[in-house]
Each structure stands twice: as structure tokens, then as C-alpha cells.
């Protein structure tokens, strides 16, 4: 089948990025986009001796999926997508770890994943999750960098 992952954060960028994939999608017919949103562990969770509610990074994972799910839905039907078939993955880690272990997994054609503008120090001190997918992943990556 052939099929891109589509990574996704909930960011301003989403959107036009998720229009983006259905239309590369009919252009180049693709039978499938999986859309990939990375859950990261809350910060006090990384602390020991202070866990988070269950219910709390459960109800934030619940309303996170279903947003997303809906907006894939919306743009796919204005887009005239209908025939793309969709899937959804919300695994938890590392953006970047979690994005390219799915791309080596999955005979993906490519990867289409949002340019966040980042200074240079920001971006020396914790790097880019596009910069590090573009480098590891093994197949094609298309960056995504919206028209103001």
C-alpha cells in the first residue's frame, strides 16, 4: 500500500499541515496517511515521588485524540480526500524517537512533518524534531513550512 506518516503536534501549523497531506495525497496516490501524534510524559512524572493523576493525563490524551480525529476528518472531506484511508497513532516518548521507529516499521513512501520556527539557541540547546527526523528517518521527508 502505499501510504506517508503524517506528524502532527496540535500547533498553529496542524491544520494547514493536514490539509497539506490530503492534497500531496490525491496528487501523488497514496492509498493511506497514518498521522502520528507523539504524547510526552507530564514533567512531574520525570520527578520521582511525583506521579500525575491517572485521570488527568488520560482525560488531556482523550480530548487530544478526539480533536485531532476531527480536524483529520474535516480536512479530509474538504479536501475531497474521501478515498485516502486514515489512521490515527498516539504512541508516548520522544517526538522525534517515536516518529522515526513508525517510519522503520512501515514501508512509508515518505514523512510529512510542520517547520516550527525556533531561534538558534533554542535549537542548539534541544534540536529540532524535523532536523532529527529529516536525519534518521528512511525515507523521504517533506517539511512542511506554511506561506504567511
Known amino acids: 500500500m502505499r501510504k506517508a506518516l503524517v506528524a502532527i503536534d496540535g500547533s498553529d501549523i496542524t491544520k494547514p499541515l493536514v490539509r497539506f497531506a490530503f492534497e500531496r495525497a490525491r ?10 501524534y507523539v504524547f510526552q510524559p507530564y514533567p512531574a512524572a520525570l520527578f520521582p515521588g511525583m506521579p500525575v493523576p491517572v485521570t488527568l493525563e488520560e482525560g488531556h490524551a482523550e480530548a487530544t485524540r478526539k480533536a485531532l480525529e476531527a480536524l483529520v476528518q474535516k480536512e479530509r472531506k474538504e479536501t475531497g480526500a474521501e478515498k485516502v484511508e486514515v489512521s490515527m497513532i498516539f504512541p508516548y516518548g520522544s517526538p522525534s524517537g517515536e516518529i522515526i521507529r513508525q517510519a522503520e516499521e512501515f514501508p512509508y513512501r515518505s514523512i510529512f512533518i510542520g517547520h516550527r520556527g525556533m ?13 532529527r527526523v529529516v536525519e534518521h528517518a528512511p525515507c523521504t521527508v517533506i517539511v512542511f513550512r506554511p506561506r504567511d
Not at 501523488?28 to 497514518?34: A, H, S, T, V, Y
Not at 539557541?121 to 534541544?126: P, T
Open 27 to 36: 496528487k501523488e496516490k497514496l492509498e493511506g496517511l497514518d498521522f502520528i
Open 119 to 131: 531561534g538558534s539557541l533554542e535549537r542548539f540547546f534541544i534540536g529540532s524534531v524535523a532536523a
